[in-house]
């Protein structure tokens, strides 16, 4: 009879947490139907079937992207939005560690959260995680399997912008966050022709834009002072219209995953002008989210808290 408690306790404890006021349901994300993939390579040759894995952590398939709302109580809300993007490799979704969970803990601070379930690689029936996971790397181009999922983060800023008034939100401090491949989701968001329609902020837990991606614009107009052997004597520099929005960025120094596209990204952006917020965590590997693995990683999500209050201060 232990047994049976104990095992039931269990189950009941990796379960996600019960809605909470202010959760509301997920909306489709094109409610008057998906856009055409024709063409995409990370289309199966027969129907596919969202489903779960991992007793609900994860969620594969997805073929009709959501968003799911998760509104702050309004005697805390600050105004602030996130958009959220899970990572997975565009093969799944880590939808609660990366998504749901991270959007309860910004809802109970003010912040508004999205969690965006956007359209992943398909894998027919029958076929497991591992080969689907070899037959990706083995076929589809770095980025490639995000192609859909960039446009999904796209319309997922356009609707809570579009929805702002009605959901308290200021429509110039709409940002968005994306962990690993949501990452790269989130960053190509960032990287948007129109400067208008980007994220007013971006955050990128250990992951970033990869594969083919537009040009850094420059942070900066040149300085009309020319340059310096003594920069600190010269005055601030003046932004350059089209400048890319402030970027909070986390990664662990032994996640073997993106550790080299990381910090080349960073770099990137460091040669551009910019100064994004970094923080490399001694240990935590890939994949942390909102996990806790006894690690400074842990508190990311307090320090992103910090750096986007001052960051909304300056705006």
């Known amino acids: 009879m232990l047994r049976i408690v104990l095992a039931g306790l269990a189950l009941l404890l990796s379960l996600p947490a019960l809605a909470q006021e202010g959760e509301l349901a997920p909306m489709p994300v094109w409610p008057a139907g998906v856009p055409s993939m024709k063409g995409w390579p990370g289309l199966a040759k027969v129907p596919v079937q969202e489903g779960l894995l991992e007793n609900g952590e994860q969620v594969w398939n997805v073929t009709v992207p959501t968003l799911q709302p998760f ?3 309004p005697a805390k809300a600050t105004g602030m939005a996130v958009v959220i993007a899970p990572g997975g490799g565009f093969r799944l979704l880590a939808i609660h560690h990366e998504g749901t969970r991270v959007a309860r803990w910004l809802a109970a601070h003010g912040i508004a959260a999205f969690v965006l379930k956007y359209r992943l690689i398909q894998s027919p029936p029958g076929e497991t995680n591992e080969a689907m996971r070899q037959r990706v790397q083995a076929t589809l181009a770095p980025g490639v399997g995000g192609i859909p999922g960039v446009e ?8 809570v912008r579009a929805n702002a008034a009605k959901w308290k939100i200021d429509p110039h401090r709409v940002g968005v966050m994306g962990f690993s491949a949501g990452g790269h989701v989130a960053g190509m968001t960032m990287l948007a022709p129109n400067p208008a329609e980007r994220p007013d902020f971006a955050a990128l837990i250990y992951g970033m834009p990869f594969g083919p991606t537009p040009p850094i614009p420059p942070a900066n107009l040149p300085s009309a002072h020319g340059t310096s052997k003594k920069p600190w004597l010269l005055p601030p520099p003046a932004p350059a219209p089209g400048r890319l929005p402030p ?11 993106v550790d080299q596209g990381f910090r080349a990204f960073y770099d990137r ?11 490399l965590y001694q240990r935590g590997a890939h994949g942390f989210g909102m996990a806790t693995r006894g690690t400074t990683a842990d508190h990311w999500i307090e320090q992103f808290g910090w750096w986007l209050d001052a960051e909304m201060v300056r705006k």
């Open 71 to 73: 509104l702050p109580d």
């Open 152 to 159: 999904d983060g796209m319309e997922a800023l356009r609707i």
């Open 247 to 257: 970027m909070f960025m986390v990664m662990a120094q032994d996640d073997m995953a």
């Open 269 to 279: 952006v460091f040669a551009a002008g910019y100064r994004p917020e970094l923080h």
